[in-house]
């Protein structure tokens, strides 16, 4: 049975030392959900580490047919996103959350 959504709130920064745990969140909630919303609470996004789980995270979610989004996301990781490609190879698009800060941002799988 699928829940519609699943929340992952993020308590620290995404790095080498936190991606193995969220990547074994996300794989359980794309297996158990049809929209998966990771909320970065303003943490950062350190190192390719993190970025290259995104993109893994991506890819699964599509393959499961499960929605993935972002929000939180802090303005300098949100810079980093665009600058390495990963918005625009993955069909990601950035847009400001209607009800959050000028700095937040949803990361959506179109």
Same mark, same amino acid.
């Given at each position: 049975?699928?829940?519609?959504?699943?929340?992952?709130?993020m308590t620290d920064a995404l790095n080498?030392?936190?991606? =193995?745990?969220? *990547?074994?969140? #996300?794989?359980?909630?794309? /297996?158990? +959900? %049809?929209?998966?919303?990771?909320?970065?609470?303003?943490?950062?996004?350190?190192?390719?580490?993190?970025?290259?789980?995104?993109?893994?995270?991506?890819?699964?979610?599509?393959? =499961?047919?499960? *929605?993935?989004? #972002?929000?939180?996301?802090? /303005?300098? +990781? %949100?810079?980093?996103?665009?600058?390495?490609?990963?918005a625009r190879a993955l069909g990601l698009?950035?847009?400001?959350?209607?009800?959050?800060?000028?700095?937040?941002?949803?990361l959506r799988i179109a």
């Amino acid at each position: 049975m699928t829940s519609e959504q699943h929340h992952i709130q993020m308590t620290d920064a995404l790095n080498v030392h936190t991606a =193995a745990d969220l *990547r074994t969140e #996300l794989l359980t909630a794309f /297996e158990t +959900s %049809q929209e998966v919303v990771v909320d970065f609470n303003g943490h950062p996004i350190h190192d390719s580490t993190g970025i290259g789980l995104l993109v893994e995270a991506c890819r699964r979610a599509e393959r =499961a047919g499960c *929605r993935l989004h #972002l929000t939180g996301v802090e /303005e300098r +990781s %949100q810079r980093m996103l665009r600058r390495v490609g990963i918005a625009r190879a993955l069909g990601l698009s950035v847009r400001a959350r209607p009800s959050a800060a000028p700095a937040s941002a949803r990361l959506r799988i179109a």
